[in-house]
């Protein structure tokens, strides 16, 4: 599920391949996992439910721990006929456990939902698909009684020195106290702590605190990465552990700019939904590391996960190609009857705690965000803003935080982030002149609460059909994109209150027949990529390729 082993001690067994998929009305499948149900032509475009079945083999009686990195959008889990875990939100993970389960042959059942109610407040008709499927890995794993259920490691540099705060969390699945011991691994230091008593269906954290000698810090330049390796013994004899690759680097926020390790940056980003082609969402790592080449082939050096948390192997191929990455909770443009639906803000929550459990020590993540495009505008929205930030602000103090507004000069949040984001469409959307809108912009945003922040740009670009060539270089052309490419890069990536720029986006994706897209959505997409769905580029590729690779 990760680019490396998660565990040496801890049993694993991948649940990818095929399982059996029932869909009401449709027939019996056999559904590759990872995938969407999307790519068989009798589901290309079925909302709704579908009931997956596998059956397992448990090679011991032991404790099970079952995993899924994602599933679109809406799980209900059965073993062997008894419900499970019920999960919401195609772009979080999510786990139960399962205790004393005899060995022998299990049957896991997932009954699977993609379509729109008030139930989903976040997954709608909408300018991205919400596919249907187990469309990121899942896996089970062998637990014993007391094991690690959590890491978190946050850098610091201080008095000219790397060190790090490490919090293990651990549980105990039993009903009687136990003792166990802690060893952590990292460069080559080891910290330990003997004896911890665990109490019975209780869970403990244990906090290290400390700093270390010769540290090669993590950059864009030099993605350094420490393996983190915490393990975990009764008496001597070794029961459990859990791997993570971690990194040193410092975020700071000040005088309108962001540092890295002490260095201010210029965030070169792309925005980039999770979709190819005819694999949906369900990308394979070959073609993950692919986007990835293509952005630096550009001379990128930064993503946006665009409207929601990605696959953990995206965020690991990042950390691995030292991309700086914005990852964001789930929403794209809702408006107030949208969020005042009474599942938005307990979704949100929700989403927000999965991708920080999920993410939080990516060293490439560098931004969190929230609420893209939603009613920043309203005062009743304010608060849930608020609230949102209050969460982030809880879970990680390491982080600036930001959102994208597109409510120019109305929006009533700009003094809630560290960092003020604004998506512009001039070129496509609006005629007017690029650079004489900044200047208004830029006027508004330091009188309305944005003063000092740094301002990333956040969304702009405008559509190309592939192939679409035009001498008269009309809207939906690949000369035009170019020209409105070219306008704004040259405006934005040369204001100096302008600290990062994530063109509008990446690669086309399919949206939702739903609602009113198709009216402004030519061949159901958002044509706005650099690259199209299969990544042949367009003609704005090299224009991109030109400012990205000429800014420092
Ligand atoms: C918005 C939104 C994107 C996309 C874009 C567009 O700013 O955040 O998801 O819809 O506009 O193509 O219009």
């Known amino acids: 599920m990760r680019i490396f082993d998660e565990h040496i001690i801890r049993k694993t067994r991948c649940l990818d391949g095929l399982w059996a998929l029932s869909v009401p009305g449709k027939g019996e499948f056999k559904m590759p996992v990872p995938g969407v149900w999307e790519t068989n032509i009798n589901l290309s475009n079925y909302r709704g439910k579908g009931t997956y079945t596998k059956d397992i083999i448990v090679p011991e009686t032991s404790n099970i721990r079952l995993v899924f990195d994602g599933v679109s959008h809406t799980a209900d889990v059965f073993f062997d006929g008894t419900f499970v875990k019920h999960h919401y939100n195609a772009f979080t993970p999510f786990d139960t456990i399962l205790k004393n389960i005899p060995a022998g042959e299990h049957k896991i059942t997932v009954e699977v939902d993609n379509s729109f109610s008030e139930a989903s407040a976040l997954h709608k008709s909408n300018d991205y698909y919400s596919y249907g499927g187990i469309t990121r890995p899942a896996s089970f794993e062998i637990v014993p009684d007391v094991y690690i259920k959590n890491v978190r490691f946050t850098p610091f540099f201080k008095n000219g020195n790397w060190g790090a705060n490490i919090t293990v969390t651990l549980e105990n699945l039993s009903d009687y106290a136990l003792f166990r011991n802690l060893k952590i691994r990292i460069a080559d230091f080891t910290l330990c702590e003997n004896n911890i008593t665990v109490d019975g269906g209780s869970i403990k954290q244990i906090d290290f605190e400390k700093e270390f000698d010769n540290i090669i810090p993590w950059s864009d330049k030099n993605p350094n990465l420490y393996y983190l390796n915490a393990e975990l013994y009764d008496g001597d004899v070794a029961v459990d552990d859990l791997i993570d690759r971690v990194g040193f680097r410092s975020i700071e926020v000040k005088n309108s700019k962001i540092y890295i390790n002490g260095e201010a940056v210029f965030l070169k980003g792309f925005n980039r939904h999770e979709d190819y082609a005819e694999l949906g969402c369900a990308i394979p790592l070959q073609l993950m590391a692919n986007d990835i080449w293509l952005m630096l082939d550009m001379g990128a050096n930064a993503v946006r996960t665009c409207h929601y948390p990605n696959d953990t192997r995206f965020i690991d191929l990042c950390d691995e190609n030292g991309i700086f990455v914005w990852e964001e909770n789930h929403a794209r443009g809702l408006n107030i009857y949208d969020m005042q639906n009474p599942n938005f803000e307990s979704q949100c929550k929700d989403c927000i705690d999965e991708m920080l459990d999920a993410h939080y020590n990516h060293p490439s993540i560098v931004i969190w965000g929230i609420l893209n495009e939603c009613a920043s505008e309203i005062p009743e929205a304010r608060g849930m803003y608020e609230r949102q930030f209050k969460q982030l602000r809880t879970l990680d103090k390491s982080r600036p935080l930001t959102f994208a507004s597109c409510k120019y000069f109305d929006d009533l ?105 198709f009216m402004t959505r030519a061949n159901m997409r958002n044509n706005k990529g650099i690259v199209d769905m299969y990544r042949h580029p367009k003609l704005s590729y090299e224009t991109v390729k030109r400012h990205y690779k000429n800014k420092k």
């Open 413 to 517: 949040c700009l003094d809630l982030p560290d960092v003020v984001s604004y998506n512009l469409y001039y070129g496509w959307y609006y005629d007017d002149d690029v650079e004489e809108r900044l200047e208004k912009h830029l006027e508004f945003i330091s009188t309305h609460g944005g003063n000092d922040k740094p301002l990333i740009l956040s969304e702009f670009g405008g559509a190309a059909m592939y192939g679409f060539r035009d001498v008269s270089r009309r809207k939906w052309s690949e000369e035009r994109q170019c020209d409105i490419l070219d306008r704004c890069l040259d405006v934005y990536m040369n204001c100096d209150a302008i600290v990062g720029t994530f063109i509008w986006q990446f690669a086309d994706c399919r949206v939702t027949e739903e609602g009113e897209w």
